[in-house]
């Protein structure tokens, strides 16, 4: 049984025993926190409604995708990262090399302000639509709140291969977007509880998926 994360203490809490971060990671959090609700001022990143409960919501719903993938190495591909959700929040907790991919320039100078204020070399800002970046083969592919699952898949499906592994967090939709794929590729992914959203669930897969999608019909 998966314990909710439902305050910002719990929050901290469970980064901290998850991830033993660094004193040099905490205070990346920290930052990377501060400067995002510094940002939301200028521009709409984040409901302001959610800024009280921000390391429930973004900063932990974010590093729960990293603890779905503690073993594996190998470029992390995340697809409209917006602020850096989770992507920033992953090269913060880990040194993966990661490729942030955000169409939106203001959004992509805040990528850039924040991966150099906190030296994260190893993150890649690519401000381009996912449909015209080149291919590359992804170890991990993450995308939160990018697209519905069948247009998603659509659009990242060359990056991956037979050891790719998906981090997809679908919200409340999960069984029923995951419903709406071809049988075979369903197989690939497995549910899993969010920690921050006891109604929440997150699409977890293992491989390539390829060729266009004949979307079933929504119901
Ligand atoms: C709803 S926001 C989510 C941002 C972030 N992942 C989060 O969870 O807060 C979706 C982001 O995807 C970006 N986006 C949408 N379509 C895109 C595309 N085809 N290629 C690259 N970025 C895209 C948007 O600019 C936006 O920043």
């Known amino acids: 049984m998966v314990t909710i994360i439902d305050d910002e203490a719990a929050a901290r809490d469970w ?7 660094t004193p040099a990671a905490w205070a990346g959090l920290e930052r990377f926190a501060a400067m995002l609700v510094a940002e939301n001022a200028r521009q709409n990143l984040i409901a ?24 594996g190495d190998g470029l992390w591909l995340d697809l409209g990262s917006g602020p850096g959700l989770p992507g920033l929040v992953v090269a913060i907790l880990s040194e993966r090399p990661l490729m942030l991919v955000e ?7 805040f990528l850039r302000a924040v991966a150099e204020d906190l030296d994260l070399h190893h993150v890649e800002v690519v401000e381009a ?9 992804a170890a991990t592919i993450s995308a939160r709140a990018f697209a519905p699952l069948d247009k998603l898949i659509d659009l990242s499906a060359r990056f991956s291969t037979e050891s790719t592994r998906w981090l997809l967090p679908k919200g409340r939709n999960a069984v029923k977007e995951l419903a709406l794929l071809p049988r075979p590729w369903q197989s690939l992914f497995h549910v899993e509880q969010s920690r921050t959203d006891a109604e929440s669930r997150i699409l977890v897969g293992a491989g390539r998926l390829g060729g266009r999608i004949v979307p079933k019909k929504r119901g």
């Open 48 to 71: 302001a409604s959610t800024i009280p409960t921000l390391w429930v919501r973004h900063i932990a719903d974010s590093a729960q995708l990293l603890a779905f993938d503690r073993d």
């Open 103 to 109: 169409s939106r320039k203001r959004r992509c100078e």
């Open 129 to 137: 639509r996912l449909e015209a970046v080149e291919t590359r083969s």
């Open 15 to 21: 980064l901290r025993a998850t991830f033993d971060p």
